[in-house]
């Protein structure tokens, strides 16, 4: 036996998890993955619905980077099928228009109208907050253009959504003898002496028993349906502009290899809500324009944490892009 070997436990079969649990397992080393849930993926989870239609059961997940190095490392577990993700913004009148704004877009509405019917009511019901009160690099993710290009990543090289979905995505991943899977597991800190190391995904203010005071997450809850129309919206995703608690819609048919039912089609609208809403399903980290709660992180980070290194959207407070998480894992396990 290689006596270099460690025994690592990784917790939570999320993107960064399994990233880690891959590279570590290749470098020789016994991996146990620890997930509360039944299914791997994480909030990539996606499934094929009894219609025959892909449904990613925690919002749309649409893959775009310009980080070669990730594309490279995904393209070993899948193939790709290639996708622009184009979004409209259904205005008060019915009309949809194309978001992110551009100049036709604000042609119509009026460029002085822009924040106030895109980004404030928008940014109100996704962050519970005022826009003038979340970090601005949030709405800048949606940057306002003042050509015609109608892609929601315009700037990205690569974008492709893998072609057997993620969950298949993360299970070729995970598909190595030295990594051991064990769904329907919660952590608990007296695991951490059985490891030489843990990588740990769970929210790092409840590993620590919210000693500075708890970090606020933003939650969405997920209302699915299936609809006897062949087709219902002009883009996958349309956001809404108006003051209901949705912010958008997305039919998932509409994606490349999501599914061809002539008859039916499935839908899935978004209802963000604090974590504490939805059976403390946390899934944003609330970036505040003042920084308070990344302040706060910088105390969790700080603690001394044995054996245990943070990762993902919780462990590390931050709002990870798909292809961020997997870079930053990336790192994390040459360390
Ligand atoms: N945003 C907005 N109106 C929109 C779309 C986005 O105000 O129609 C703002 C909002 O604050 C949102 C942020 O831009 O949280 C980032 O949007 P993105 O679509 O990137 O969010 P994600 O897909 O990660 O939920």
């Given at each position: 036996m290689d006596?270099?070997?460690q025994k690592?436990?990784v917790v939570?079969?999320?993107?960064?998890?399994?990233?880690?649990?891959?590279?570590?397992?290749?470098?020789?080393h016994?991996?146990t993955?620890?997930?509360?849930?039944?299914?791997?993926?994480?909030?990539a989870?996606?499934?094929?619905?009894?219609?025959?239609?892909?449904?990613?059961?925690?919002?749309?997940h649409?893959?775009?980077?310009?980080?070669?190095?990730?594309?490279?490392?995904?393209?070993?577990?899948?193939?790709?099928?290639p996708?622009q993700h184009?979004?409209?913004?259904?205005?008060?009148?019915?009309?949809?228009?194309t978001?992110?704004?551009?100049?036709?877009?604000?042609?119509?509405?009026?460029?002085?109208n822009v924040?106030?019917?895109?980004?404030?009511?928008?940014?109100?019901?996704?962050w519970?907050?005022?826009?003038?009160?979340?970090?601005?690099?949030?709405?800048q993710?949606?940057?306002?253009?003042?050509?015609?290009n109608?892609?929601y990543?315009?700037n990205d090289?690569?974008?492709a959504?893998p072609?057997?979905?993620?969950t298949?995505?993360?299970?070729?991943i995970?598909?190595?003898?030295n990594i051991?899977?064990?769904?329907?597991?919660a952590?608990?800190?007296?695991m951490n002496?059985?490891?030489?190391?843990?990588?740990?995904?769970?929210?790092?203010?409840e590993?620590?028993e919210?000693?500075?005071?708890?970090?606020?997450?933003?939650s969405?809850?997920f209302?699915?349906?299936?609809?006897?129309?062949p087709?219902?919206?002009?883009t996958?995703?349309?956001?809404f502009?108006?003051?209901?608690p949705?912010?958008?819609?997305?039919?998932?048919?509409?994606?490349?290899?999501?599914?061809?039912?002539?008859?039916?089609?499935?839908?899935?609208i978004?209802e963000?809500?604090?974590?504490?809403?939805?059976?403390?399903?946390?899934?944003?980290?609330?970036?505040d324009?003042?920084g308070e709660?990344?302040?706060?992180?910088?105390l969790?980070?700080?603690?001394p944490s044995?054996?245990?290194t943070?990762?993902?959207?919780?462990?590390?407070y931050?709002?990870?892009?798909?292809?961020?998480?997997?870079?930053?894992?990336?790192?994390?396990?040459?360390?």
């Open positions: 006596t270099s070997a690592i436990l939570g079969a999320g993107l960064s998890g399994v990233v880690i649990a891959r590279e570590l397992a290749e470098q020789g016994q991996i993955v620890i997930d509360k849930r039944d299914h791997v993926a994480g909030n989870y996606d499934y094929v619905n009894e219609f025959g239609i892909r449904v990613h059961h925690y919002g749309p649409l893959f775009h980077t310009s980080n070669d190095k990730v594309v490279a490392w995904l393209s070993r577990f899948t193939e790709w099928l996708y184009k979004v409209k913004a259904l205005l008060s009148d019915g009309r949809h228009v978001l992110p704004v551009n100049k036709e877009t604000s042609d119509i509405v009026g460029k002085e924040l106030d019917i895109f980004f404030k009511p928008y940014t109100k019901k996704m519970g907050i005022e826009l003038e009160d979340l970090d601005p690099t949030i709405s993710r949606v940057p306002i253009r003042d050509d015609l109608e892609l990543f315009p090289t690569f974008q959504l072609k057997e979905g993620y298949q995505m993360v299970k070729n995970l598909a190595h003898d051991h899977v064990q769904l329907g597991v952590y608990n800190k007296a002496v059985e490891y030489d190391r843990v990588f740990n995904s769970m929210p790092i203010d590993y620590f919210f000693k500075h005071g708890p970090l606020p997450y933003r969405i809850k209302h699915t349906s299936t609809v006897p129309i087709k219902v919206l002009p996958a995703t349309v956001n502009t108006h003051h209901e949705f912010t958008r819609v997305t039919e998932w048919k509409i994606l490349p290899g999501h599914g061809n039912n002539p008859a039916f089609t499935t839908l899935t978004e963000p809500c604090d974590y504490k809403d939805n059976d403390f399903e946390r899934y944003y980290p609330v970036k324009g003042g709660n990344l302040a706060r992180y910088r969790y980070a700080a603690e044995s054996n245990v943070f990762i993902g959207r919780c462990g590390l931050a709002y990870l892009d798909m292809h961020q998480a997997i870079s930053s894992a990336l790192s994390i396990a040459c360390q």
